[in-house]
T-cell receptor, first 113, second 113 residues
Framework: TQLLEQSPQFLSIQEGENLTVYCNSSSVFSSLQWYRQEPGEGPVLLVTVVTGGEVKKLKRLTFQFGDARKDSSLHITAAQPGDTGLYLCAGASGGTSYGKLTFGQGTILTVHP | DAGVIQSPRHEVTEMGQEVTLRCKLISGHNSLFWYRQTMMRGLELLIYFNNNVPIDDSGMPEDRFSAKMPNASFSTLKIQPSEPRDSAVYFC???????????FGPGTRLLVL
C-alpha cells in the first residue's frame, strides 16, 4: 500500500508570511498533484508535477517534485487570507493503476489578516 | 459548462436504512472515481470505473457498499444497510481516460444516526 504523509497537519500564520507544506512517501510515484479544497466543496487541482526535480510556479505558489519522485513540497510566498483552505497532495501510481490517486491527509492552512 | 453534479448534497438517515448517492459525470468524460473523506482517514478512493467498467474496487469498505454505472454519464453509490461509521463526505470525480486531471463534484455530506 502506498502512503503519502503530509506535514504539518495544521498551519496558522499571519498575512505576509511564507510557508512550506511537505508531502513524503517511501514509494515512487509517476506523478504528483496538489489540490486545494475549500469548505463545502470538492478538491480543485492546482498543479501536476511529473519529472523528478521538476519545479512549477503558480503566482505565489511554488511546487517541487523530489529527484527520486517520492516527495514534494508546496511553498507559498507572502500568504494572503484567500490562501486559507485544505491543501492535499496526491500521488499517481501509473501502469495498470493509471488514474488511481493516493491522497495525503492534508494540511489545513489558516492565514489571518 | 456544467461540472460534476452530485445529489443529494446532504443526507441524514437512520442506521439500517438504504442510502443512494448519485453522480453525473462531465460530458465526454469516461473515467469515474468515488471517494470518501473523513477527518480520521482523509480522502480515500473507494472504486473507479473506466468506460463504465469497474477497474479497482479494493477501497470499498465491505459488501454493504456497491457502485454502478448504468450508463456512460451516470453513477450511483449505494450503502445498504447504512451504519453510523459510514458518516462522511462522499465525492465523485470524473476525468478523460488516461488524463491526470480529475474534476471533483461538490460532495454529498452523509450523516447516519
Amino acid at each position: 500500500t502506498q502512503l503519502l504523509e503530509q506535514s504539518p497537519q495544521f498551519l496558522s500564520i499571519q498575512e505576509g508570511e511564507n510557508l512550506t507544506v511537505y508531502c513524503n512517501s517511501s514509494s515512487v510515484f509517476s506523478s504528483l498533484q496538489w489540490y486545494r479544497q475549500e469548505p463545502g466543496e470538492g478538491p480543485v487541482l492546482l498543479v501536476t508535477v511529473v519529472t523528478g526535480g521538476e519545479v512549477k510556479k503558480l503566482k505565489r505558489l511554488t511546487f517541487q517534485f523530489g529527484d527520486a519522485r517520492k516527495d514534494s513540497s508546496l511553498h507559498i510566498t507572502a500568504a494572503q487570507p484567500g490562501d486559507t483552505g485544505l491543501y492535499l497532495c496526491a500521488g499517481a501510481s501509473g501502469g495498470t493503476s493509471y488514474g488511481k490517486l493516493t491522497f495525503g491527509q492534508g494540511t489545513i492552512l489558516t492565514v489571518h489578516p | 459548462d456544467a461540472g460534476v453534479i452530485q445529489s443529494p448534497r446532504h443526507e441524514v438517515t437512520e442506521m439500517g436504512q438504504e442510502v443512494t448517492l448519485r453522480c453525473k459525470l462531465i460530458s465526454g468524460h469516461n473515467s469515474l472515481f468515488w471517494y470518501r473523506q473523513t477527518m480520521m482517514r482523509g480522502l480515500e478512493l473507494l472504486i473507479y470505473f473506466n468506460n463504465n467498467v469497474p477497474i479497482d474496487d479494493s477501497g470499498m469498505p465491505e459488501d454493504r457498499f456497491s457502485a454502478k454505472m448504468p450508463n456512460a454519464s451516470f453513477s450511483t453509490l449505494k450503502i445498504q444497510p447504512s451504519e453510523p461509521r459510514d458518516s462522511a463526505v462522499y465525492f465523485c470525480a470524473s476525468s478523460l481516460l488516461g488524463a491526470r486531471t480529475q474534476y471533483f463534484g461538490p460532495g454529498t455530506r452523509l450523516l447516519v444516526l
